[in-house]
């Protein structure tokens, strides 16, 4: 079993829609967790971490349910720009990042 | 924010020849780097984690032979690609944190390596 796994997409929205995205991963001692976003061939870059009470920051929402080990991102109001794949990561053990395969997103005009 | 400078971008060589790819700290002190590779439609896959003068340590399944990292100041690592094949095409990327407790993470824009 992978320890960050992601749905592949892709998910293809029109703009306004409102889309959600999950995350399981297999490590119950894990800490720290992200949502990063990577556009084609370029690098990841931060979009927000991810807390036990749940953090929005604008249309980005990020959940975290240790119990069930699971995370989620829900984007509401899409826009064309935010077509890209989103990668959910978790800090492993030894300080390192463990990086979900990623889900495409694509908004359609 | 922090600013990870990596180049080449692109790279193209002939089968059996040794690449060379930088990543630099540019305003800050990086002790650890990390080294990812990523082939297309897959996650970033951890190759080996660089720590400034002592040897990197590379995880199961790569080869450090044929992947030879060099983290020699606190500001610059390489990852040498030798004797790359065409299997070796994938984007390489570089990232680091500012410290050994820092949970964020800065990238390079990612070095995209293709073996003819």
């Known amino acids: 079993r992978k320890e960050v796994e992601q749905d592949p997409g892709p998910f293809n929205v029109p703009e306004g829609a409102t889309v959600a995205f999950n995350c399981t991963y297999s490590?119950?001692?894990?800490?720290?967790f992200f949502w990063y976003r990577q556009d084609c061939r370029k690098e990841p870059k931060l979009l927000m971490s991810?807390?036990?009470s749940g953090n929005e920051d604008g249309r980005f929402t990020a959940q975290l349910n240790r119990a069930s080990q699971y995370i989620s991102l829900l984007i509401r109001d899409s826009k064309l720009s935010d077509s890209a794949t989103y990668l959910c990561?978790?800090?492993?053990?030894?300080?390192?990042?463990?990086f979900g395969s990623g889900t495409r997103l694509l908004v359609r005009p | 924010g922090a600013v990870v400078s990596q180049h080449p971008s692109w790279v193209i060589c002939k089968s059996g020849t040794s690449v060379k790819i930088e990543c630099r700290s540019l305003?800050?002190?990086?002790?650890?780097m990390f080294w990812y590779r990523q082939f297309p439609k897959q996650s970033l896959m951890l190759m080996a984690t660089?720590?400034?003068?002592?040897?990197?340590?590379?995880e199961q399944g790569v080869e450090k032979d044929k992947f030879l990292i060099n983290h020699a100041s606190l500001t610059l690592s390489t990852l040498t690609v030798t004797s790359a094949h065409p299997e070796d095409s994938s984007f390489y990327i570089c990232?680091?944190?500012?410290?050994?407790?820092?949970?964020?993470?800065?990238f390079g824009s990612g070095t995209q390596l293709s073996v003819l």
């Open positions: 990561v978790v800090w492993g053990s030894s300080y390192k990042l463990i």
């Open positions: 490590n119950s001692a894990s800490q720290s």
């Open positions: 660089s720590n400034e003068g002592s040897k990197a340590t590379y």
């Open positions: 991810v807390y036990s």
């Open positions: 305003d800050f002190q990086a002790t650890t």
């Open positions: 990232s680091a944190r500012l410290s050994s407790l820092a949970e964020k993470l800065f």
